[in-house]
């Protein structure tokens, strides 16, 4: 059974960049406090939320392996 990631958004390092945004539009939003957070984590591939983890600016973005 494969494992299933875990995509954080540590909305005191965001900066509101949006990147994460433009790479996953299902998996990441913006909140009324114009910072990112996870709606759909299951809408993108491991592939696609590496990529958003490695880009975001600030190093928001977290992907980690569930236990």
Same mark, same amino acid.
């Given at each position: 059974m494969a494992e299933e990631?875990? &995509?954080t958004v540590d909305t005191l390092v965001c900066i509101g960049a949006g990147e994460c945004i433009? $790479?996953? !539009?299902?998996v990441f939003e913006l909140n009324e406090d114009d910072?990112?957070?996870? &709606?759909?984590?299951d809408a993108a591939d491991l592939?696609?939320?590496?990529?958003?983890?490695r $880009?975001? !600016?600030?190093?928001?973005v977290a992907v980690r392996k569930t236990p």
């Open positions: 990631p875990q &995509v433009r $790479l996953a !539009p299902k910072q990112a957070v996870v &709606v759909d984590p592939e696609t939320l590496k990529d958003a983890e $880009l975001c !600016p600030s190093g928001a």
